[in-house]
């Protein structure tokens, strides 16, 4: 019996660690915020008046839409944008497909405040762009507006998450085996009926966990709506407006807790369809 115990006593010893991080920097943190949302400073007593306001207030109801909205545009655009990228590395790159992972990596190894003022530097009424199109070429008799417009903060995003997208697409795709998709062609299929009806189902895993990855890293983003503007009303950003501005931190822990909420349904529908693919 002893011979039995030790082992696993060892095995947990190893694991301690990591437990106690976890414990320590993402479980408490969490109970604490969830305790914070529902605690009245003036009483001390718990209410769900935060969440009341939250879920019925017209203007925090719109507030959450436009987080889905947001999320879901940069989602759909970096699945549209990500795909093909993904699709060429694994099936046509050969030897050039070392650069094209160098160029999807080298951003991410790059600070997302950096990348985000470059397109400040790029679309400014003074930046390279309308610096060349006004006084260089002459095309525009005045600088257009780019920045501050929800379609430049989309971009923004787009071009920080669409690496997510690529590599859990590529990924995926390496593992499919080409005997099917030659099986497919053989039986008389043609090149873009095996794609839709063989390649594109089998890669859906790929696209489930790009998209989750992409609309929850979306979702919580702030730095990029911050830094480019746009008059976009999200939930990160009135969650940094009540800790800094208010000082609100009750109601800034209730939208949190929101916001984790949406990342755990978000988990738990690609937990389904991932399921559902598997046993289709």
């Avoid at 003074?126 to 920045?147: A, E, M, Y």
Wanted: aromatic share 8%.
């Amino acid at each position: 019996m002893t011979g039995r115990v030790l082992p696993a006593l060892r095995r947990g010893l190893l694991v301690l660690p990591a437990v106690l991080f976890l414990i320590a920097f993402f479980v408490l943190p969490l109970v604490d915020n969830g305790l914070r949302s529902v605690i009245s400073p003036e009483t001390g007593k718990i209410t769900l008046a935060r969440y009341v306001q939250l879920l019925t207030d017209p203007f925090y109801l719109r507030v959450i839409a436009e987080t889905l909205i947001l999320s879901t545009a940069v989602t759909i655009i970096c699945i549209l944008i990500g795909y093909p990228v993904a699709y060429y590395l694994v099936r046509y790159a050969g030897r050039w497909s070392g650069l094209v992972i160098f160029l999807l990596i080298a951003p991410l190894l790059t600070s997302i405040i950096m990348r985000t003022y470059g397109w400040q530097v790029l679309f400014a009424r003074r930046g390279l762009v309308n610096t060349l199109l006004v006084q260089d070429l002459g095309i525009l008799g005045q600088p257009i507006r780019i920045l501050n417009t929800p379609e430049i903060v989309v971009i923004g995003l787009v071009h920080v998450l669409v690496p997510f997208m690529v590599l859990s697409i590529a990924s995926v795709l390496q593992g499919i085996d080409r005997r099917l998709e030659e099986s497919a062609q053989l039986l008389g299929a043609n090149r873009l009926r095996t794609f839709w009806e063989v390649t594109l189902p089998l890669s859906f895993e790929g696209i489930s966990t790009g998209s989750i990855l992409v609309f929850m890293i979306a979702n919580g983003s702030f730095v990029t709506l911050v830094l480019l503007g746009g008059g976009l009303k999200t939930l990160p950003l009135l969650i940094f407006q009540q800790f800094n501005t208010t000082r609100d931190f009750g109601m800034a822990s209730a939208m949190s807790t929101v916001l984790l909420v949406v990342a755990l349904a978000c988990l738990y529908v690609q937990l389904r369809l991932v399921r559902r693919g598997g046993t289709s």
